[in-house]
């Protein structure tokens, strides 16, 4: 199964990034997981949210930017995974010049429903 990137429209989620469903069970055989890729543009931050369910990995693949999870903030760059377990707090935002893009990868599948948004 192969999934071309320049055939999928891009949406909205509820923290605010665009994102591009890359793999998901509602549109792949992929059942357990989903893989997404989030276009944050210079300056922006995403909402301050939580997923109940889904652990979510954050794998930085272009720019930089401010990670907050949690309490805690920290500088982020290409290269950069981030492990964020259910019912974190967390946040992005994208200090650079380009937008920051960033693979997301959730277990269970994003869903808006296990969104929670704190601000």
């Known amino acids: 199964m192969i999934t071309a990137k320049k055939s999928l429209a891009p949406y909205r989620t509820k923290d605010g990034s665009l994102i591009r469903e890359l ?3 509602d549109h792949q055989a992929v059942k357990n997981q989903s893989l997404a890729e989030a276009t944050v543009p210079p300056g ?3 909402h301050l ?3 109940l369910q889904s652990e979510e990995i954050y794998h ?3 720019g930089e930017g401010v ?3 949690g309490n805690e ?3 982020v760059e290409a290269g950069d995974s981030i492990l964020i377990p259910p019912g974190t707090a967390h946040a992005i935002r994208n200090r650079g010049t380009d937008d920051l893009l960033i693979l997301c990868c959730c ?3 994003y869903r808006h429903e ?3 948004l704190l601000e």
């Open 73 to 75: 903030e920290f500088p």
């Open 23 to 25: 793999l998901h069970p």
């Open 67 to 69: 990670m907050r999870l």
């Open 114 to 116: 296990d969104t929670e």
């Open 107 to 109: 277990a269970p599948a």
């Open 49 to 51: 949210h939580r997923h």
């Open 60 to 62: 930085i693949t272009q």
């Open 44 to 46: 922006v931050t995403t």
